[in-house]
């Protein structure tokens, strides 16, 4: 999500898919960790990124988008990385609470690697990859084009990377307080879904090709 300018490929399904039943939706930007307590507590009405089932007072939605998260390097790194246990002794900086998405062979492989580092702002693993201070970053491949691409238009970073797919698509869900919510959303995400509208938003944030 552009947290500045209140866009995104999550943020325009959800408003597009509550919009129809009158619904206007305000957008709180928060770390992982805080919003599953803030949906559990009703203090706000709805959230997204959360794992599914990692809540049990809470109303799942269907799937909205599946993220595509892989390892970014350097080129210039000098270790090619294969499998999960390639990332064992290297500077790698993850997202917010990234062993509830990747799996429990990726949180072991963090609990037993102190140089390991979770974030919550993830324009910052991009810089910290291209400053040196990281010898790999994990993100969600489309997130990772959006900040490379703006942040080197800036000129706050340079230099080419290599990606690695150490991990299989995962599908994201919005969570609801109320399941009348999550019940609107999920007809309105249908509706989207068959007039492809969906696909047209996805393509919309996507990298132009040359």
């Keep these: 999500m552009i947290t500045d300018q209140h866009r995104g490929i ?9 919009t129809p039943y009158g619904h ?9 960790r805080r919003v599953a307590h803030m949906v559990e507590e009703h203090q706000v009405d709805g959230v997204f990124n959360l794992a599914a089932g990692a809540l049990k007072r809470v109303h799942y939605s269907d799937p909205i988008i599946d993220y595509n998260n892989v390892a970014i390097t350097r080129d210039t790194f000098h270790k090619p ?11 790698v900086v993850v997202f917010q609470n990234a062993p509830q998405f990747l799996g429990e062979d990726f949180g072991r ?7 390991f580092q979770e974030v919550s702002n993830q324009r910052s693993q991009v810089l910290m990859l291209f400053s040196g201070r990281a010898d790999a970053i994990i993100m969600e491949q489309r997130i990772f ?10 000129g706050e970073i340079g230099g080419h990377y290599k990606v690695y797919p150490l991990f299989p698509p995962a599908p994201r869900y919005a969570a609801f307080a109320r399941e009348e919510l999550r019940d609107q959303f999920n007809a309105g995400l249908a509706q989207l879904r068959k007039e492809g509208r969906v696909q047209r938003i996805i393509d919309s944030y996507l990298p132009a090709t040359p």
Excluded: C, H, W
Aim: no cysteine; proline share 2%; net charge negative.
């Design 10 to 18: 999550v943020v325009e399904i959800l408003q597009e898919a509550l």
């Design 24 to 32: 206007k939706i305000e957008f709180i930007y928060a770390p992982n």
């Design 81 to 91: 990385l294969i499998t999960l246990e390639d990332l064992n002794g290297l500077r």
């Design 109 to 115: 492989i963090l609990e037993r690697n102190a140089s």
């Design 145 to 154: 084009d959006y900040f490379y691409q703006d942040m080197v238009a800036r």
